[in-house]
């Protein structure tokens, strides 16, 4: 499969409604999807609030341990980068609302919304996900995938922090294991996993069938017709509408945002 997200030639206004990012620049040239300080951060403030709330906890309640104003800061910065912390931002009010109903959903969807806000982190997916069950992961081919994709914006030395930084972040989400030498494992979906993929498919403008075969998709390690039996669950969860006839699919979100958001992502652009 060709690792194209859909982000490139997403309307300005919709990519800004769903929380999407794309660009030159990347979270990951400093830090991985810290799902350690996103979990504390999420845990210390509970259900959909304000993004000011997120901004008292991290640097006035200090909820993530940072020893000085300026880490409180940066570590702020870094995660808003990430997740947007705004549940203005459709994807992030998603990941919110999903947090805290299915817990060991939350490496994957820490990780499926921080690869449709960082560029970095989506120009390494294919070398994970082309990595054979059980076979050790070789940085080299995700080392060349980020210097095509930056065109030589970043020097080699930046290339290798970039890959250190998402070796751990795809350690985290569970695609990796190991510490030096690292080998592919299988990732377990849930289907709140699996609705937060094909939303993120949506997002992007798939529809119908070709929610089912996009990357947001592959990076779940389904086995073949497991995605049909996720979706199910997941519409009976309350999680999407699922309707499957022979050939035909039809995924919807109603739930997911308001008549005025439905309005402003598809009126004109």
């Not at 640097?59 to 300026?70: E, F, I, M, V, Y």
């Not at 969860?237 to 499957?244: C, I």
């Not at 109603?254 to 992502?265: A, D, I, K, W």
Request: aromatic share 8%.
């Amino acid at each position: 499969m060709k690792f194209d997200f859909g982000i490139a030639g997403l309307p300005p206004r919709q990519a800004s409604l769903w929380g999407i990012r794309s660009g030159e620049r990347g979270t990951h040239t400093s830090r991985t999807i810290m799902l350690d300080e996103l979990t504390q951060l999420l845990e210390s403030v509970p259900g959909q609030v304000s993004r000011e709330e997120y901004v008292d906890a991290v640097t006035r309640d200090n909820c993530l341990g940072k020893r000085t104003a300026a880490t409180r800061q940066i570590s702020l910065q870094r995660l808003t980068e990430l997740y947007g912390l705004d549940g203005r931002l459709l994807l992030f009010r998603a990941l919110r609302d999903f947090w805290g109903r299915f817990g060991s959903s939350r490496p994957l969807l820490s990780l499926l919304l921080a690869l449709a806000r960082d560029p970095l982190l989506r120009a390494t997916a294919r070398a994970v996900i082309a990595t054979p069950i059980g076979h050790e992961f070789g940085r080299q081919a995700m080392k060349e995938d980020l210097a095509a994709a930056v065109e030589h914006r970043l020097n080699d030395a930046t290339l290798d922090k970039v890959v250190r930084n998402a070796s751990s972040s795809w350690t985290q989400s569970g695609h990796l294991k190991g510490r030096s030498r690292k080998t592919r494992h299988r990732v377990e979906a849930s289907p709140a996993v699996a609705a937060y993929a094909l939303l993120l498919g949506f997002a992007v403008g798939r529809r119908g069938q070709l929610l089912f075969e996009t990357p947001w998709v592959a990076i779940l390690d389904l086995y073949p017709g497991t995605l049909l039996d996720l979706a199910v669950d997941a519409g009976r969860l309350g999680l999407m509408e699922f309707k499957h006839s022979g050939q035909i699919v039809d995924i919807s979100f109603p739930t997911t945002y308001s008549g005025r958001e439905r309005g402003l992502l598809h009126g004109p652009h």
